[in-house]
């Protein structure tokens, strides 16, 4: 089974506009799922999504690493106790940023879940890049 999803995006943004949006709750609130985040190493977050939402209701977990441009931290479906961890890094390039995500862990499930919890996760990383992508087109580029 596979354990790691790994997404690759060029953005056309700043790397801070991007930092920003990954890491400020405000932000996150925004293109995500409300949040009470702060980039620093040993917070520990919760993402809750509005009850009408399909899917988990609660994210939570701890933030392990926030350096600039890298930013890591577990990652618990509310109602489990199973701890994945979520990786992003970003690089500067000469027109914009380049963002790698990576969800590892997965296989921490038992093997019918982690299958399932692996397309469920691939599926959400595809909607939340595209959520970002939209929030740094729409509201980043007004500013």
């Known amino acids: 089974m596979k354990d790691v999803i790994k997404k690759e995006v060029i953005l056309n943004h700043a790397i801070d506009q991007v930092w920003n949006a990954i890491s400020k709750a405000e932000e996150i609130s925004t293109w995500f799922i409300p949040a009470d985040f702060k980039a620093e190493k040993g917070y520990k977050y919760l993402f809750t999504s509005p009850p009408n939402e399909k899917g988990c209701t609660t994210i939570g977990g701890e933030v392990k690493e926030a350096n600039p441009y890298t930013l890591i931290y577990t990652w618990i479906v509310g109602g489990t106790e199973i701890e994945t961890t979520v990786k992003w890094e970003l690089e500067s390039t000469s ?32 909607n939340c890049i595209s959520g970002l992508t939209s929030y740094l087109k729409e509201v980043v580029n007004a500013r």
């Open 95 to 126: 027109n914009g940023t380049k963002l790698y995500l990576e969800h590892s862990g997965i296989s921490n499930y038992a093997e019918d879940t982690a299958v399932a919890m692996f397309e469920s996760f691939n599926g959400g990383w595809d």
